[in-house]
C-alpha cells in the first residue's frame, strides 16, 4: 500500500495495529480516545473562572426608587447578599452566576451575569416590580355569637355629648355642692370682712342682740317646722 500523505500514514498504521494482537488493539484504543479528550481537557484546564466586582441598584419599575434591603441570591453558589437602604448592592461574584432578587412586596427576578467580559467589574440597574397580594377582609368581634351581640349592646353605655355634660354641670345640686367645696374668692371673703367688722362695732361694749327674743326668727322657725324641713331624709 503506497503512503502518500500523512493522513495516509495515520490510517496506515491504525490499520497495522488493529490486525495485530489484542493487547495492541486495546492500546490503540484508549490512545485514540485520550488523543480525542485531550484537546477538551486541556481547554477546560485553561479555563479559569473569572471572578468580577458586581454592583449596580434595585430600583422600582414604575417610579424608579430605590428597593431598600433586596436580596441578592447567587443560585449556583447558595450565597446571599443585602442591599442598602436606597438599594445599591456590591458583591464579589463570577461569570455566568445565576443572581435571584427577592424582597417583600416585590416580584422575584432572575439575572445572568454575562461571560467573557472585558474588566473585572460589571454594574447593572435591576428593576423589580411590586407585587399587590389581597387578603380576604377578617372582622373580629368582641362577641361570640349572636346572643353576645345583643347583651354588649344593652349593656352599651355612650359617652356623653358636650350639650349633656354642660347640663350636669348647671344642675342645682351640682352647683351647691361645688359652692360648698369652693374656697372663698378674694371679693366674698372681703365682704365676708367688712360684715363681721361693722357687726362687731355696732354692738361695741354692750351684748349682741339674741335670736331667741326675735319674732322674726320664731316665726321662721315655726314655718319650717310646718313645712317638714326638720325630718330626716
Known sequence: ???????HLFIYTILRLFSASHFYFRFVKRFVILL??????????????KVIQFSG?????DSLMGVPFAHV??????RVATAGPD???SFAAREGDTLYFTSVGFKPSVYIIP???ATNKYSVIQLMTRSEIYLRETIIFPWGDREGFKQAFLDLRLPDDDLERARKNLERE??????EKLEPDGREAAQNYVRQTSAAKYYYRQAPAQNIFNP??????????????FKKK
Open 1 to 7: 500500500m503506497p503512503v502518500k500523505t500523512l493522513k
Open 36 to 49: 480525542f479528550l485531550l484537546p477538551h481537557i486541556l481547554l477546560f484546564a485553561q479555563q479559569e473562572e
Open 57 to 61: 441598584y434595585a430600583l422600582t419599575a
Open 73 to 78: 441570591t447567587i443560585l449556583n453558589r447558595g
Open 87 to 89: 438599594g445599591f448592592f
Open 115 to 117: 461571560t467573557g467580559l
Open 174 to 179: 351640682r352647683l351647691a355642692e361645688l359652692g
Open 216 to 229: 322674726l326668727a320664731w316665726a321662721e322657725f315655726i314655718r319650717a317646722w310646718k313645712n317638714g324641713d
